[in-house]
Structures are given as structure tokens and as C-alpha cells.
T-cell receptor, first 113, second 115 residues
Framework: DAGVTQSPTHLIKTRGQQVTLRCSPK?????VSWYQQALGQGPQFIFQ???????QRGNFPDRFSGHQFPNYSSELNVNALLLGDSALYLC????????????FGQGTRLTVV | SQQGEEDPQALSIQEGENATMNCSYK?????LQWYRQNSGRGLVHLIL?????REKHSGRLRVTLDTSKKSSSLLITASRAADTASYFC???????????????FGRGTQLTVWP
């Protein structure tokens, strides 16, 4: 049973470019959340997708957008990259329901130069 | 702002000793989850404890929750060098009417276990 998988593992982009990160949830999970983790900090919630719609959003600008596909996989897009967007981006999956565990992928390390 | 705050920020012990990490939070919660992270990689889920539970065990891990003090602790017994990692607590305070929880993390405790 595959867990949460993310791609790519590492990515280097130039300031002003756009990036797309991908996530496949754990088998049986239908909800995907994205988190940003800056160096030395805890993860910060970006947004959450369920039934192909954004259901909750954290305090991130509109440059951060996402999508969920019918097979529950998800993409995170970041436009007009800033140096401050350099971070580890984590995808978490869970099954719909109150009070359930969230499982994380290995993350994508994004470096903006 | 971040909900959970771990204490201490760093902990250094010898193999075989027990390690205790604490987490405090500010608002009422539905559950609290502990995660481990090795060298900036992904988060590994350790334990979920619900607000109506006081203690849970998993192998060498023991988690307690005191909702009156808004605090939790993670105890790792008989620690090993392989336990060296950052440990995070994350709280879910979505209300019962919501079926979608989101997690609030602290900055973590860096545990180093020396052989």
C-alpha cells in the first residue's frame, strides 16, 4: 500500500518563474492538504482540497493555487516566485471525517535563486 | 500564528535514556498528533490522541493529553540513536460540524540521541 507520494523531490527555479508540485494521496484517502515549511520552522497550512474544490485556505497570497483531480491527486502551483518561497512543500492526505489522522509525503524541496 | 509550541527546543540524551517532549496549545482542540521529521524530510505520523483521551501508547512511545492545562507530552523510552530527529506536535481544532480538519504546528523539538 503506497503512502503519500510527491514529485519532484528537489527543484531549483529562478525568481519570477512558475512551479508545479504534485501529490498522490495514500490509498483510500480523498482529502489533500498542502503545507509550507521554512527552514527551522514548523509546517504552515496553505490550503486543502476535497471533491476537487478548495475547502480551506491559510494565510497565503493568490500566487499559490491548486487543483485536485478526480483520482484525488493534487497539484500546487506557485506563480511569480520570490526568494522567500524557498521551502519544503509537504502534501498531507486524509480521509473525509472528523478527527482523523493526516499522513505526509516526503516533500518537495524548492529553491528559488 | 502557530497553535502548538514544543518544549524544549532542543534535547540531547544518551542511548537508553528516556526523552520527554512537551507541547502547549492555546485553544480547544479535537485531537493532537505527534510527528517525527528526519533531516528536513517528510513527516512521519507517530500518534493521534483525541480530546476525550488522556493517554495512548505505541511501542516505546507514550503520549499524554491534559486538556485542562492545554498541554501534551511525548515520552520515548529506551531511546536509540535512530530516534534522532525533530518532533512536532500538531493540533486540529476544527469544530464537530466540520468534516475537514487542518493542522497547526509548533516549531518542534530537536532530539539528539548519542550512542
Amino acid at each position: 500500500d503506497a503512502g503519500v507520494t510527491q514529485s519532484p523531490t528537489h527543484l531549483i527555479k529562478t525568481r519570477g518563474q512558475q512551479v508545479t508540485l504534485r501529490c498522490s494521496p495514500k490509498s483510500g484517502h480523498d482529502t489533500v492538504s498542502w503545507y509550507q515549511q521554512a527552514l527551522g520552522q514548523g509546517p504552515q497550512f496553505i490550503f486543502q482540497y476535497y471533491e476537487e474544490e478548495e475547502r480551506q485556505r491559510g494565510n497565503f497570497p493568490d500566487r499559490f493555487s491548486g487543483h485536485q483531480f478526480p483520482n484525488y491527486s493534487s497539484e500546487l502551483n506557485v506563480n511569480a516566485l520570490l526568494l522567500g518561497d524557498s521551502a519544503l512543500y509537504l502534501c498531507a492526505s486524509s480521509s473525509l471525517g472528523w478527527n482523523t489522522e493526516a499522513f505526509f509525503g516526503q516533500g518537495t524541496r524548492l529553491t528559488v535563486v | 500564528s502557530q497553535q502548538g509550541e514544543e518544549d524544549p527546543q532542543a534535547l540531547s540524551i544518551q542511548e537508553g535514556e528516556n526523552a520527554t517532549m512537551n507541547c502547549s496549545y492555546k485553544t480547544s482542540i479535537n485531537n493532537l498528533q505527534w510527528y517525527r521529521q528526519n533531516s528536513g524530510r517528510g513527516l512521519v505520523h507517530l500518534i493521534l490522541i483525541r480530546s476525550n483521551e488522556r493517554e495512548k501508547h505505541s511501542g516505546r512511545l507514550r503520549v499524554t493529553l491534559d486538556t485542562s492545562k492545554k498541554s501534551s507530552s511525548l515520552l520515548i523510552t529506551a531511546s536509540r540513536a535512530a530516534d534522532t530527529a525533530s518532533y512536532f506536535c500538531a493540533t486540529d481544532n476544527s469544530n464537530r460540524g466540520s468534516t475537514l480538519g487542518r493542522l497547526y504546528f509548533g516549531r518542534g523539538t530537536q532530539l539528539t540521541v548519542w550512542p
